[in-house]
């Protein structure tokens, strides 16, 4: 058999084993009450789900706070990135402060951001937007650091002024750093805005899982489960598409908030 | 300018920065122009710290947390490690699950955690099999990283002394892909940290996460402030505590 | 061609060694019919242009590649694969990072299951005989490339090989370097009367250390010509500057740049090609 059959082969085999192994599991009544409810369920749960226009509504609102926050965070990311990238002075003396912040659960400024905004969408998109600033200001730095100064030299002598040089030789040398940090603050900003609509809120994606969850309605949040991380994936394989090279092993950490 | 000043200058303006915000702050709290039931003064917050000590065992709290990062530290070391030496060691295994397990990696395994609340109860065991299942693709990922990048000529000196296969993947492959693997776990346990606070925070349970939640409830602000930056605090510490052991190791290796 | 009589004892004999990759009715003929010998306690030089399959032809002889046709045989022995009694010397840096210069040279003798005490004994002695005494407990990045080498020449030896087999070993290193580790070597084989089969592309490397050069020519590669080098040893410094090794070299470069030009033009041909 050739290696891709092969490979056809093993992914069939391993799903197959999956599934299998959890229908046994869900009828023998192995794990208490409903834990591994039956493929049947599941798939009656996520039709149910699908079909119905309130859950395209949840979705709506998930994706608005998403995209706003990705907004708010790129733009002010994008920002910080590129000022500290042209000073060097600025650049040491706050990098820093970027990296170790960056590398702190944000999920824990909830209940301020909550205090300030309200226990509306608002709180959310701005915990995102917090959360998906420093990936984007991360990348950008080291975007901006990483231009090749001749380029800049070759600027000077055509005495480019400073809009000039941000145009044409700052912005398409940081495409690629700068989409790569979206897509990372992407991945932050849907996981945050979700939990964060666990927590409290009365709409959203996060929202219903929880819901589910208090009802305890397995199966449909199994099936909230499957449709929240097909969607995930399938836009972390769209965006790792549009930066170029090789997507492969480069897809976002969803687990770095 | 000296080589020292030059150095120390870009670390004053930070500090001076941060010192300048706080007093800021609490200039603009004090007189009203910034609403004192939205933001405590920094003076209350730093008042807030000694409660925390006192009377909300943060020290306590903070072993809580830091015991169950180790917990999921330890599974990831396991199965992470194994994991990705088996990807690397069945060719036709990598091929088939590779893009399946960075996948996984974008997808927003933490928000399973109601699954597993009801799997494992309210408790740590909920909160580090989370943090470990979250964070389990990127060790994986990364060490078989660190396996496929190890220079061939290694494995040729080995193959030329006649060394079995075992000797070769482990007086070989494996220490050579040690620095990779090194970075792989320091970056899943720095996931696994994240996560678990974020997880003690929503579900209520454990040590500085529950913190937050639990003061925030109780809409104690200034202690609400000061637990979110004790957390920062062992953040950071936590972070730059692996980025050093990172380099120690590497010297060695 | 300038043959020379073969001696009588045969240590390393190497017979029709061909080796052909890809498909088989369009397959790239690596090496092509390769005969020869080398004796006990002599050094040979195989020195061709790049991509002529020198490298396919150590690898054949050290047992890393299979599947090539004709014999080699070590001794009498017919040699099928890795042999305690070959040690090879790679071109890339290939002491381990991870051990110290001691540990790196003790490797092999772990690998086969020598006796801890004997294993110190053995790694110390070839420690010293490459020179790098006082660095046992040195890591290779302390090292500069030259010693980084010499750890990899001293691990190889460590099992006392009949054999040595080095693949173009000075390649990444400077001019300076180089010639100090020839003499290293010829110290080496003077001390060892060890034998060495060598693939470079440096001529000179090529006269100071060889008893014979063999000429490859260019793919399909096949032993062009011999060459004998019939300079005293020990090949000391004055050696290197005489008439009769400048003689040398020019001798061999007069076939090796034959050679040169044809992989040349085809290398040309082939983007020629590739641009229509």
Known sequence: MSSRGQIFGIRLFSVLMVLVLWEIIARSGLLYRDVVPSLIEISMALKNLLSSADTYIHIGWTAWEVALALGIGGIAGIAAGIVLG???????????????????????????????????????????????FFPVALSTLSGMRGINPVFLRVGKTFRANLWQTVGKIYLPAMHRPILTGLRLGLGLAVVVTLLAETKLSNQGLGYLVIQAFTIFDMPRMYALLLTIFAFAIGANVLLARLEGGRGGTRVGFSSGY | MSVRSTKLVPIAIGLTTVFVVILLLEFLISVDIIDRFLMPPPSDVFGAFGRLFAQENVVNRFFVTAGETLAAGFLLAIFGVA??????????????????????????????????????????????????????????????????????????????????????????????????????????????????????????????????????????????????????????????????????????? | ?????????????????????????????????????VSEGEVVSIIGPSGCGKSTLLNAIGGLISGFEGAVSLSGEAINGPHPSIGMVFQEESAFPWRSVLENVIFPLEISGMAKNERLERAHHFISLVGLDGFEQRYPSELSGGMRQRVAIARALAHEPKILLMDEPFAALDEQTRILLGESILNIQQALGQTILLITHN?????????????????????????????????????LASDAFGHYVAQIWGYLREEAGRGMHQADRKSENIKK
């Open chain 1, 86 to 132: 042209a000073n060097d002075l600025l650049r040491r003396a706050y990098e820093p402060y970027l990296y170790y912040f960056g590398a702190t659960p944000k999920l824990i400024f909830f209940p301020v951001m909550i205090m300030w905004f309200g226990i509306g969408p608002s709180s959310k998109i701005a915990l995102a937007a917090v959360s998906c």
């Open chain 2, 83 to 253: 994991g990705g030496a088996l990807l690397f060691r069945f060719t036709i295994l990598r091929s088939a699950y590779e893009t399946w397990i960075a996948a996984l990696a974008a997808a927003p395994v933490v928000l399973s955690y109601p699954l597993f609340l009801v799997i494992a109860g309210r408790g740590s065991a909920t909160v580090i099999l989370v943090a470990f299942l979250a964070a389990l693709p990127a060790v994986i990922l990364k060490t078989l990283e660190g396996f496929s990048q190890t220079p061939g000529v290694y494995v040729l000196v080995g193959k030329s002394l006649n060394a079995s296969r075992w000797q070769i993947f482990s007086k070989v492959m494996f220490p050579a892909a040690l620095p990779s693997i090194f970075v792989g776990l320091r970056l899943g346990l720095l996931f696994a940290m994240l996560n678990i606070v974020g997880v003690e925070f929503l579900i209520n349970t454990g040590g500085l996460g529950q913190l937050v939640n639990e003061l925030s409830e109780r809409y104690d602000l200034a202690a609400t402030y000061a637990a979110i930056l004790c957390v920062i605090l062992v953040s950071v510490l936590f972070f730059t505590a692996s980025e050093w052991l990172e380099r120690r190791l590497r010297r060695v290796t």
């Open chain 3, 1 to 37: 061609m300038a043959l020379i009589d073969m001696p009588v004892s045969n240590f390393l004999n190497v017979q029709n060694l061909g080796m052909r990759f890809g498909e088989s009715d369009d397959p790239i003929i690596a090496i092509d019919d390769v005969s020869f010998s």
């Open chain 3, 203 to 239: 001529l000179t490397e090529a006269v100071q250390l060889s008893d014979r050069v063999l000429v490859m020519t260019y793919r399909p590669g096949q032993i062009k010509t011999e060459i004998g080098i019939e300079l005293p040893r020990p090949r000391s410094s004055e050696i």
